[in-house]
């Protein structure tokens, strides 16, 4: 409840009430402020704006474009695969776990983020490269790999060139050189051997992987869909059992050398995992995590959060089945679409068996429950599934997350596309969306599917995001567009780097940064969010 603060007498003798700013703030956003933090002062807020290059008329939008006739954006968060592969939990802040990654999923770690390379990140995708979007690929041309097709031959006995084409490396003089080095008079070489042996891909997968992300049952489709070691149980459940684990992972981080390095890392940790921001889970869903967060950021109010958890492990089970989530959703034409209802469901979701962790949408903070419901209603609501509960959550594989957006919240979506339009443009339409740096309409943006700079899983080919704001600084005033990967996981600094992008999203740099779990929100320049992004929307 709101409450009014100390009581003032006015000139004429009557009594004002001044409301808390503080209360009325965590009322409207449902999030905790720290009263005692320290902020800028006022004058340091505003910028001076160069608006020399826009010539649209004052107060004016940019117009927005004709809607896409089809988008099929949606990339797999390797994080989240290779955790419900293995059973294990990854340290997202590890450079280790990049090489990790890369085994697991059988290609470099610089190749898995672009679709020119084939990806399995993108498995069920194939490339346009004229248009530079992605294209949906029919069943047929998926094949389930079995293990002796990832075989490779003995080259123990290799002594020269020549011994390559024995064993199976096809048109050696056409064959792709990767690297090339010259080290103390020898030359190392690094070859493409895909001819020796097949690994997954974009058509090629494994049935555990096209079990985990790919709405292909190739001959099983009477079967109960199950993702491989999960199965459905109650969130509720799942998570009183992970809590004793979830206490010693979560605690603070234990350090050598006294107490200004141990202060210093919990200083680090301690903004993390502090909210219930929706994360992407083990699918290729990105399109509609980024819209399911883009509306919660911009206006809480319109997400229903009531499925907080009941009071003890002990409640009967009857109890704990009657407990539904209902959501509204809205016809918004096209695929991933239904007609405008309110849907129900229960709280039965995948949980893998070995880390008792949903094996799709969570929230970030690892206890919340209303992102993994909202993820399986709007896949109940498009497919039509009303008497099912256990919901076939890789049918929601790729999509438009700007409709999305406007499904979520029944407003109209608006597209603008950043080929049609200058960085002028863009930075104003984020603007106009904004209120004190922040969107208060919800905004999408998803990544060209192929380009020069899509090697790490900081900016990823044919991807979503949700965009939260704006900011302008540097020694040029230069514009930032703040975005936010679905994944929820930053790169440990030195594994990758991109122009134009501030891979830490300070407070200090950015206020609203203070209300959000930090790990995956980045600042593009307005310039470089041009040339990465395909196009910006939004709901309102």
């Given amino acids: 409840m709101v409450t009014s603060g100390s009581h003032s007498e006015s000139p004429r003798g009557m009594t004002s009430n001044n409301i808390d700013a503080y209360a009325l703030f965590e009322a409207l956003t449902g999030r905790k402020v720290n009263r005692r933090s320290t902020s800028r002062t006022m004058s340091e807020d505003y910028e001076v704006l160069d608006n020399d290059k826009d010539d649209r008329p004052l107060g004016e939008e940019p117009n927005p474009?004709?809607?896409?006739?089809?988008?099929?954006?949606?990339?797999?968060?390797?994080?989240?695969?290779?955790?419900?592969?293995?059973?294990?939990?990854?340290?997202?802040?590890?450079?280790?776990?990049?090489?990790?990654?890369?085994?697991?999923?059988?290609?470099?770690?610089?190749?898995?983020?672009?679709?020119?390379?084939?990806?399995?990140?993108?498995?069920?995708?194939?490339?346009?490269?004229?248009?530079?979007?992605?294209?949906?690929?029919?069943?047929?041309?998926?094949?389930?790999?079995?293990?002796?097709?990832?075989?490779?031959?003995?080259?123990?006995?290799?002594?020269?060139?020549?011994?390559?084409?024995?064993?199976?490396?096809?048109?050696?003089?056409?064959?792709?050189?990767?690297?090339?080095?010259?080290?103390?008079?020898?030359?190392?070489?690094?070859?493409?051997?895909?001819?020796?042996?097949?690994?997954?891909g974009n058509r090629d997968v494994t049935e555990t992987i096209n079990e985990l992300v790919l709405p292909f049952r190739h001959g099983k489709e009477d079967r109960e869909w199950t993702p491989p070691n999960s199965s459905w149980r109650d969130m509720n459940e799942a998570f009183f059992r992970?809590?004793?684990?979830?206490?010693?992972?979560?605690?603070?981080?234990?350090?050598?050398?006294?107490?200004?390095?141990?202060?210093?890392?919990?200083?680090?940790?301690?903004?993390?995992?502090?909210?219930?921001?929706?994360?992407?889970?083990?699918?290729?869903n990105s399109w509609l995590i980024a819209a399911i967060f883009s509306v919660f950021w911009a206006n809480p109010a319109m997400i229903n959060r009531s499925s907080g958890m009941i009071a003890g492990s002990m409640a009967a089970d009857d109890e704990r089945s009657r407990r539904t989530l209902e959501v509204k959703f809205h016809d918004k034409g096209g695929r991933n679409n239904a007609e405008t209802d309110t849907v129900e469901v229960d709280y039965q979701i995948p949980v893998n068996n070995s880390t008792d962790m949903p094996v799709y949408a969570r929230a970030s903070d690892g206890y919340e429950t209303w992102p993994a419901l909202y993820e399986k209603a709007f896949v109940k609501w498009m497919t039509r599934g009303e008497d099912e509960e256990r919901v076939d959550l890789t049918q929601a594989h790729n999509g438009d997350p700007v409709k999305a957006m406007a499904q979520l919240n029944g407003r109209e979506p608006r597209y603008y596309f950043t080929e049609r339009h200058s960085g002028a443009e863009l930075a104003g339409v984020?603007?106009?969306?904004?209120?004190?740096?922040?969107?208060?309409?919800?905004?999408?943006?998803?990544?060209?599917?192929?380009?020069?700079?899509?090697?790490?899983?900081?900016?990823?080919?044919?991807?979503?995001?949700?965009?939260?704001?704006?900011?302008?600084?540097?020694?040029?005033?230069?514009?930032?567009?703040?975005?936010?990967?679905?994944?929820?996981?930053?790169?440990?600094?030195?594994?990758?780097?991109?122009?134009?992008?501030?891979?830490?999203?300070?407070?200090?740099?950015?206020?609203?940064?203070?209300?959000?779990?930090r790990d995956g929100v980045f600042s593009v320049e307005v310039q470089a969010f041009k040339k990465y992004f395909a196009c910006i929307g939004v709901a309102k």
């Fill in 430 to 517: 984020v603007r106009a969306c904004s209120v004190n740096k922040r969107t208060v309409c919800p905004m999408a943006a998803w990544t060209h599917a192929t380009g020069d700079t899509f090697r790490g899983s900081n900016l990823v080919a044919n991807h979503a995001y949700s965009v939260l704001g704006w900011v302008s600084g540097g020694q040029e005033d230069n514009q930032y567009i703040i975005v936010r990967n679905p994944w929820g996981v930053t790169e440990p600094r030195g594994l990758t780097s991109y122009p134009g992008l501030l891979d830490r999203v300070e407070p200090e740099f950015w206020p609203p940064a203070a209300l959000l779990d």
């Fill in 65 to 200: 474009d004709d809607p896409p006739k089809d988008v099929n954006v949606g990339a797999i968060n390797p994080y989240a695969l290779v955790e419900a592969m293995i059973g294990h939990r990854l340290d997202r802040h590890s450079l280790h776990t990049a090489r990790i990654i890369s085994d697991f999923l059988q290609t470099d770690y610089e190749e898995l983020f672009d679709m020119k390379h084939n990806s399995v990140l993108f498995a069920g995708l194939k490339l346009n490269k004229e248009e530079r979007r992605a294209e949906e690929m029919s069943e047929k041309e998926v094949q389930i790999l079995e293990e002796r097709d990832l075989v490779t031959p003995d080259l123990s006995r290799v002594k020269k060139l020549d011994d390559l084409e024995k064993i199976g490396l096809d048109k050696m003089g056409e064959t792709r050189i990767k690297m090339a080095r010259m080290q103390n008079g020898k030359l190392r070489l690094v070859l493409d051997g895909q001819s020796l042996g097949r690994t997954v």
């Fill in 242 to 284: 992970s809590i004793p684990r979830r206490f010693l992972m979560d605690g603070a981080p234990f350090g050598f050398g006294g107490y200004n390095n141990h202060h210093h890392a919990h200083r680090e940790m301690q903004y993390q995992h502090r909210f219930d921001d929706p994360t992407q889970g083990a699918s290729s």
